[in-house]
């Protein structure tokens, strides 16, 4: 296309535009002026503001200080929470502690009522078995036993409190002969009290011969004892001895002895 338009007219003679005379004469128009008022007009006259849009953003945004505030709501009562589950848990361990310290208050009462029962309890034992009366001036010192003679068996309340209901039965063995106890039953024994409980005289039970052979260790004596009482805290009680005469030493010991 520029090849064309650079390519110069064959013709001597310049070609002249067909104007017409009338069209060169006249005069270009002026453009028309719109007045500034039509501008105005105009601009007022334009689209009307949208409120739709603007509820809608409004709307939008109160949802979302909503949420917010729902949010941290939540995480409040959240925290809350947590925090009354804690402060349960603290109440159920201190009362737990509290209830295992009543618990142990209690076993502490407990065992210093049983340890007072223990330490304060009546306790009621064999202080000695005797033979009496004792010797006369004129008697042969040899013999322990005599016809005439008993034996007598003296109880001692050891304990710090009165022993109550105090009964004693007994038995006092001469080779195959044997004789019972004789004493008061059902009696009060205070501390450090003492009791006797006595047999029959040996001589119209026991022949001499025995007494004799008994009293030179060629026949066995022996005993057993047993005492049932209540101490004052009201619980029962039992004693038993057992023991023999030894000859050579010339009194009776204790072989065995259980107290509950």
């Known amino acids: 296309m520029l090849a064309a338009l650079k390519t110069p007219n064959p013709s001597p003679h310049k070609v002249q535009p067909n104007v017409s005379p009338t069209a060169v004469n006249q005069t270009t128009p002026e453009p028309t002026r719109k007045p500034a008022n039509a501008n105005r007009e105009n601009s007022k006259s334009a689209a009307p503001f949208n409120w739709t ?20 709501q939540y995480r409040l009562t959240r925290r809350q929470t947590d925090l009354t589950e804690k402060g349960m848990k603290l109440t159920q361990v201190a009362a737990d502690a509290s209830k295992q310290s009543a618990d142990a208050a209690m076993r502490a009462v407990e065992q210093s009522d049983r340890s007072t029962s223990i330490t304060q309890r009546a306790l009621i034992l064999i202080e000695s078995v005797t033979s009496e009366p004792e010797f006369s001036a004129g008697e042969r010192q040899g013999y322990y036993f005599h016809g005439y003679k008993i034996l007598v068996f003296t109880l001692k309340n050891y ?13 006092v063995k001469f080779g195959e002969k044997s004789l019972g106890l004789n004493g008061a039953q059902g009696m009060t024994l205070a501390p450090k009290g003492l009791n006797k409980w006595i047999t029959k005289s040996l001589g119209g039970n026991i022949p001499s011969d025995e007494i004799e052979q008994t009293t030179i260790g060629k026949r066995p004596c022996t005993y057993w004892v047993e005492v049932k009482y209540n101490d004052a805290f009201g619980n029962p009680h039992k004693y038993r001895s057992e ?6 030493l010339r009194t009776f010991i204790t072989g065995s002895s259980i107290s509950d």
């Open 53 to 72: 849009r603007l509820n809608t953003i409004l709307l939008t945004l109160f949802n979302a200080i909503l949420a917010i505030v729902a949010v941290y």
């Open 159 to 171: 304990g710090a409190t009165v022993a109550y209901n105090v009964n004693v039965t007994g038995e």
């Open 243 to 248: 023991g023999q005469f030894i000859a050579i």
